[in-house]
């Protein structure tokens, strides 16, 4: 009773649904809600006919107008290069050990050469040259290939181990387990521990430095400071790429490492940008 008298002050009829004694009042949206709605519809239409909208199976409806976000960034992008095309050059042509007399294009390549890093290489080397496991710092002088601006350029240049640059840098260690006993292999791992500064077995050490003189020292050297020419690396600083602990180097002597980084030339990096990042490195703290 109490709907039915509301319902007959305001006038406003049922759609004639009832459940349970409740009506459905027939009560209309607003013009101007329906004007608003139809208007979106329209502009949505619009919408879909000027600018890419439907995904098609090799790529969507350009539009009318032929606008694209890619095309945008495209531009913009060469609007950038064209812009930093003259210091790019004078970059290029720069002695990368005189590059620092130049402030200007010293901030050039310091701020090129760390987004450049951000870019393509902190995946492996960690924000701020750091490293990891198996991927080295940066940021100290232990440096497999020379840490000098010359060698960090043909570093970056060529990559390591890669099958993509005939001057890539290269060095393969043998798997020591492939031909020695599992005892041999651990009376090199106890003599590796000691001119580490480590503990290890001392009889073991013993005939593992024997060992060490017939099949290791031609590349690590007779006291394991290693060969940056062959880019083996000094066993007596404590500073491991793969870690110096027993397990670790059981692993590696058994079984060798065989890291590689990419020839950014061969990837398409330009000239500027590998002076750039090398020059980044460089002032890292370990560059020598």
Excluded at 9 to 34: A, C, F, K, S
Excluded at 121 to 128: D, E, S, V
Aim: aromatic content about 10%; overall charge negative.
């Amino acid at each position: 009773m109490a709907a039915k008298k509301r319902n007959e002050q305001t006038e406003v009829e049922t759609t004639g649904h009832e459940w349970d004694g409740i009506q459905e009042w027939n009560n209309p949206l607003p013009r101007w809600w329906l004007w608003c709605l139809y208007l979106c519809i329209i502009w949505g239409i619009g919408y879909m006919i000027a600018y890419p909208a439907w995904p098609m199976i090799n790529g969507a409806t350009p539009g009318l107008l032929g606008y694209s976000t890619r095309g945008e960034v495209a531009a913009e992008i060469a609007r950038f290069d064209a812009a930093n095309a003259p210091i790019e050059a004078k970059l290029e042509a720069a002695d990368l050990n005189t590059v620092g007399d130049d402030a200007e294009l010293a901030a050039f390549a310091r701020n090129a050469g760390e987004a450049v890093y951000e870019t393509w290489c902190i995946q492996c080397h960690g924000a701020g040259g750091g490293g990891a496991k198996g991927y080295p710092a940066l940021v100290d002088n232990d440096w497999l290939w020379g840490g000098s601006i010359e060698d960090i350029y043909t570093t970056v240049n060529h990559g390591i181990r890669n099958e993509d640059d005939m001057d890539a840098r290269f060095s393969q260690m043998p798997a020591f387990g492939d031909f020695m006993s599992e005892e041999e292999i651990a009376s090199l791992v106890s003599h590796v521990q000691i001119i580490s500064g480590q503990e290890g077995n001392l009889d073991l050490a013993a005939a593992g430095s024997e060992l060490y003189l017939d099949n290791c020292a031609s590349c690590h050297g007779d006291e394991g400071k290693g060969d940056r020419f062959q880019g083996a690396p000094d066993l007596t600083d404590r500073i491991w790429l793969f870690g110096g602990d027993e397990a670790a180097l059981t692993e590696t002597i058994a079984n060798a490492r065989f890291g590689v980084m990419p020839s950014w030339s061969a990837r398409g990096m330009s000239e500027a940008d590998i002076r750039a990042v090398s020059l980044y490195v460089h002032q890292l703290g370990g560059g020598e």
